[in-house]
């Protein structure tokens, strides 16, 4: 699952070729052809001189937002980056998408810098892209236009037609951009130092600046390289889309894509937001939602690479058929993640308090301020609270909830579980518009339950089974020498027992209950050992291997008494 051998060859080739060009080119500015550099004079002269004052300029930013005095909030993060120019809102509206960095409520805050991005002049685009195919415009197209179909931090989108017919969109990067950014960090990460601000409060997150600047930095990168996208976008027509009949996504035009430029072909359609238009051409919202969750599924379940941010923009129709677009933000999971989610889904419902602890410890890493205990009992009042609703549940809810719990709890959790749950949400939230009546929560158990059914290896259960009774069976033969001598010790006045019982009655069952589950593990020991001997004796009725079928009676049933005594003294820790 997640990603394979040739995607991880193709994002190591990325990174060399990255770091092989950026001494070369200097990021954006050296190497950029004459027409260009006309072009973009009066931004590079602001550029040039910004980069003399700009460390002084960004510290004293910082200082008069005092986050000592009035916590790192939501608002106070969008000022800030407001206030420190064209750049960090840039970088501001790369992380408002972001959900796997940052809490939602920040995320939400930081989509007010979406609003009114400058469009990139029309000119300045065509130049970008004539310099990085060495082709002017009317040898690559036979249309293309110049009003964009959107502008966001980085890029903007424009429509063309290629020479063979082929519709098609070319994002293109706007310049200066990724030298501007990286120039940037690096002054950042100097004054993150100086600034560095950890909040605790009910209004605003607990926030590492330095973390979160480091952890954006790498985000930015493959944000700044177009061809990632590109990878992802082939990788996920390649391995998601089971049929195209159902759902589709965009196919990368290779030779029309660079660090720089990416195009693919055209979806003429419309968003799944455009219920009404959907119905008024005839098409059914239940069967286009039914396409998309389905899919949706097999990339979680069965592929363990989805779509990470798709909201109901980022979902077309196009003649009925569903088009998945824009993957600059995908996320994986891995099988043992995978693993870790059916149980916690399974312990939820079953109400099983002990697996869902041991679930929310396998996410991540306990820390010193972890305790056990009170998770163990925060556990059973989120299992409570869940208890008889699994008709109504929704898979963001139980996960969101989860996350919170291992979050209060100091546990470190790997961003793929947070960035999951927020893709469920957004996905919720498609459905809840197009067609409220698809459980989503309900697919994705079944799928789950499958993956279970085909994974489960009755040999190895058997095995794990046998190795548990024979660690009990050992344990069990050493009571009755402790015993003895306890009882001996006893009898020549050698032991002394000074016990004070206080509240007794429910010690007292719960050691009646141990007796009676080890008893039962001893039977079941003896049992399975007898059987084993009859293995080898010559008695009738056999089965087709030769073996007497009363052995064979007799150690499936002691197997089976095993596991229910050895499951029965596991609750009872």
């Known amino acids: 699952m997640a990603m394979n051998k040739k995607e991880k060859v193709d994002k190591e080739k990325l990174r060399e070729e ?21 072009l973009l004079e009066k931004d590079l002269a602001d550029a040039r001189k910004q980069e003399k004052t700009r460390g002084a300029e960004m510290l004293g930013i910082f200082a008069a937002h005092n986050y000592y005095a009035n916590g790192f909030t939501p608002e106070e993060m969008r000022t800030t980056l407001e206030d420190l120019g064209p750049t960090y809102v840039k970088i501001g509206q790369i992380m408002s998408s972001r ?36 082709k002017k415009i009317d040898e690559i197209y036979s249309e293309f236009r110049d009003k964009p179909l959107g502008s966001a931090s980085i890029g903007q989108a424009h429509y063309g037609v290629l020479k063979d017919g082929t519709k098609v969109v070319t994002k293109v990067q706007r310049p200066l951009i990724a030298d501007m950014m990286r120039k940037d960090y690096v002054l950042l990460k100097k004054l993150a130092g100086l600034v560095n601000v950890v909040v605790d409060d009910e209004d605003a997150m607990s926030i590492d600046l330095v973390s979160v600047i480091e952890e954006l930095e790498k985000v930015t990168e493959e944000e700044l390289d177009f061809r990632i996208e590109a990878n992802n976008t082939k990788f996920f027509k390649e391995n998601c889309i089971e049929d195209e009949e159902k759902i589709i996504c965009p196919t990368v035009i290779d ?19 455009h219920k009404d238009r959907l119905i008024e051409e005839g098409h059914d919202p239940l069967k286009i939602g039914q396409a998309i969750a389905e899919n949706y599924v097999h990339q979680v379940v069965d592929v363990g690479y989805f779509h990470a941010d798709p909201h109901q923009g980022n979902i077309m129709v196009s003649a009925g058929k569903p088009y998945w677009i824009d993957f600059g933000m995908v996320g994986r999971i891995n099988d043992k993640e995978l693993n870790t989610i059916q149980s916690l889904v399974l312990s939820l419902v079953s109400g099983d308090t002990e697996s869902l602890v041991n679930g929310i410890s396998n996410m991540g890493a306990f820390s010193s301020q972890t305790n056990r205990d009170k998770l ?38 790997p961003g793929q579980y947070t960035m999951l749950a927020r893709s469920i949400l957004a996905m919720e939230g498609v459905f809840e518009q197009l067609c409220p009546e698809l459980d989503l929560f309900k697919l994705l158990s079944d799928k789950m339950i499958d993956r279970m059914k085909k994974n489960f290896d009755i040999k190895q259960t058997l095995l794990d089974a046998g190795k548990d009774l024979l660690g009990a069976g050992k344990k069990a033969t050493k009571i009755p020498g402790l015993l003895a001598d306890s009882l001996s010790g006893l009898a020549k006045g050698k032991m002394k027992i000074n016990m004070e019982l206080t509240g007794y009655e429910e010690p007292l069952d719960m050691i009646g209950a141990y007796i009676k589950y080890v008893v039962l593990a001893v039977i079941a020991c003896v049992l399975f050992v007898g059987s084993c001997i009859l293995a080898r004796v010559d008695i009738q009725p056999k089965t087709e291997t030769g073996m007497p079928l009363i052995a ?22």
Request: one cysteine or more.
């Open 18 to 38: 990255k770091e092989n060009t950026k001494t070369e080119t200097n990021g954006d500015r050296e190497g950029m052809s004459e027409r260009l550099k006309g």
């Open 99 to 134: 959900v796997d960095l940052l809490p939602e409520n920040y995320c939400k805050e930081l989509e007010k810098l979406r609003q009114n991005v400058k469009p990139l002049d029309a000119e300045i685009a065509r130049a970008v892209i004539e310099e990085e195919t060495g």
């Open 255 to 273: 030779d029309l894509t660079t660090e720089r430029i990416f195009t693919m072909t055209f979806v003429d359609g419309y968003t799944v937001s």
């Open 376 to 413: 163990t009992e925060d556990a059973q009042i989120l299992i409570d609270r869940f208890s008889g609703s699994a008709g109504g549940l929704e898979m963001s809810e139980l996960l969101t909830e989860v996350l919170d719990l291992a979050s209060k709890h100091h546990i470190k959790v």
């Open 552 to 573: 064979v009676a007799g150690i499936v049933f002691s197997i089976a008494l095993a596991i229910y005594s050895v499951g029965k003294l596991g609750k009872k820790k």
